[in-house]
């Protein structure tokens, strides 16, 4: 089934999308911006504004990271784009009118100016978990050389070109502070635990280290929320955009393909007014926590455990892998050790989990394992080290974690795709030498002292050679 609501037969015959042609609504004035302008967004945070009843009154003006490939594809259809929702059987199609403005990374000058304007209520963030810059115990990393050239940049000059997420949030909210701008709430939307403490505690710490006073500034007219996303969105293909063209006619340089499930559930104050979210099926809620680990252990851990384990059975896809009848024993047996460590009624937690082998088959999403796999060294730590050191600490050995971590093991060892990290040297030399030393290195590393932990190295070697032998 397709349904075009927006796009409406008088215009589908233009070559790209165009707010004058008549497509989506007109721009409406921008009062939130956003970093990370990728695919996520445009699924999610973009979709919730676009359909939020006060959707003329908050436009986004949303920046790249770092390349411009986005904006050259979004600004010459004036940030308008195309949502695919993929359902198992038929997708629907519509316009999403909420980005007003697109922006590279390297447009520092349009930066700093919405942070200056007072009609600019809420900043928002999904630029990877390694985007947070922070170092293991989970302060700002100041042995980063982007870290260090941010702060030197910042000391020298207040209006300097900086690369890193917290500086350019610290050189906003500087001149913010120095332009009476007012209060805003910055929000991050990464799948970090605890995002909003995650995202506060890096910026006050760069801010005390560039300018005395302006943590203290910001303790007092910046509030952190915090946030749990939940929308699979692979990244973007040429089928997507044959999807769009062949049902439209329509030359969208920048659809984005997704899932019909969706769910926001967030934590804070928003002194300078939101749109109303709230209002279209986000969740205002005092403690994300229970919604955090829900979906951080029980989706993205199961993730990664497709992505390393489903990948090392020469798996392409999340839904390939899901089909496989080993790998799935992998994912009921994490998600049975994960629960057991989730405040949540059981009857919740079983239809979450039924509900996520049904998302997982979709077979009209085509999610990347390869993409999954990205930052493992990240991504790790929060999604499955918690449960694996709870086991542990409760006496079992928990078999589906001790198998991400020996697929994790593998991989960094040579074995399938190439690792891909953010930052390689984090891991460069960590699975090295024999494969019990490296069992015990990346142990450690993931969850400190669980190296030492002897039968937790044994089984996660048991299963690095179970895996061995059935990828060979
Ligand atoms: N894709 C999903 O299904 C999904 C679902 C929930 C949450 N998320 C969160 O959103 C993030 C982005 O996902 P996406 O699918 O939009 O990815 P994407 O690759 O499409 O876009 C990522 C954006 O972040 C920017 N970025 C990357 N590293 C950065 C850094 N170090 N500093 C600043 N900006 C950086 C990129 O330039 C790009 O603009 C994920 O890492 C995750 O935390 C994604
Ligand atoms: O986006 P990442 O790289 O943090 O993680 C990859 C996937 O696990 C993730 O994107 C999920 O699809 C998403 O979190 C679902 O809401």
Redesign the pocket.
């Known amino acids: 089934m397709i349904t075009l609501p927006q796009l409406r037969p008088q215009v589908r015959t233009g070559l790209r999308l165009s707010r004058a042609a008549g497509h989506g609504r007109p721009a409406a004035p921008v009062r939130v911006v956003h970093l990370g302008l990728g695919g996520?967004v445009r699924a999610h945070q973009a979709w919730y504004t676009d359909n939020a009843p006060d959707a003329a009154g908050w436009g986004i003006a949303a920046f790249t990271g770092r390349s411009r490939a986005l904006v050259e594809a979004l600004a010459p259809q004036d940030g308008l784009y195309t949502l695919v929702t993929r359902a198992p059987d038929g997708e629907r199609l519509r316009v999403v009118s909420s980005l007003s403005a697109v922006h590279g990374g390297d447009e520092h000058d349009a930066w700093l100016g919405y942070w200056a304007d007072r009609a600019v209520a809420v900043a928002t963030f999904t630029v990877?978990?390694a985007g947070y810059v922070r170092a293991a115990g989970g302060g700002l990393d100041t042995d980063r050389e982007d870290v260090r050239a941010d702060i030197a940049a910042l000391r020298a000059d207040r209006h300097a070109r900086v690369r890193t997420a917290p500086g350019r949030v610290v050189a906003g909210l500087r001149l913010r502070r120095a332009t009476g701008a007012g209060p805003m709430t910055l929000l991050p939307c990464?799948?970090l635990p605890d995002n909003g403490r995650a995202l506060e505690r890096v910026v006050l710490e760069l801010a005390d280290l560039v300018d005395p006073g302006l943590a203290e500034w910001i303790v007092g007219h910046v509030a952190f929320g915090t946030t749990m996303?939940?929308?699979?969105?692979?990244a973007t293909t040429d089928g997507a955009r044959e999807a769009v063209r062949a049902a439209t006619g329509l030359a969208d340089a920048a659809p984005v393909a997704t899932e019909p499930f969706s769910?926001w559930v967030v934590a804070g104050d928003f002194p300078a007014g939101r749109p109303a979210w709230d209002e279209v099926g986000a969740q205002l809620v005092d403690d994300v926590l229970p919604f955090e680990r829900r979906?951080l252990w029980l989706?993205?851990g199961a993730?990664?455990l497709l992505?390393y384990a489903g990948g090392a059975l020469g798996h392409r896809t999340v839904a390939d892998a899901i089909a496989d009848h080993r790998v799935l024993g992998w994912v009921e047996a994490w998600w049975d050790e994960a629960s057991r460590h989730l405040a949540l009624p059981p009857d919740e937690i079983t239809a979450y989990r039924r509900a996520l082998l049904d998302r997982f088959a979709n077979p009209r999403i085509q999610?990347l394992l390869a993409?999954?796999a990205?930052?493992g060294s990240e991504?790790l730590p929060v999604?499955v080290a918690p449960v694996l050191r709870a086991e542990c600490e409760a006496g079992r050995l928990p078999l589906g974690a001790c198998t991400t971590v020996a697929a994790w093991v593998l991989r960094l060892r040579g074995h399938g795709a190439p690792v891909s990290e953010a930052r390689p040297e984090r891991v460069a030399g960590l699975a090295d030498g024999s494969l019990a030393d490296a069992v015990r290195a990346v142990l450690g590393r993931l969850a400190p002292g669980m190296g030492a932990h002897e039968p937790l190295v044994a089984a996660v070697l048991d299963r690095a050679r179970t895996l061995e032998a059935l990828a060979a």
Do not use: C, G, M
């Open positions: 996520f990877t978990e990464d799948n996303v939940d929308r699979i969105t692979p769910e979906k989706l993205n993730h990664s992505a999610h993409q999954i990205a930052d991504k999604r």
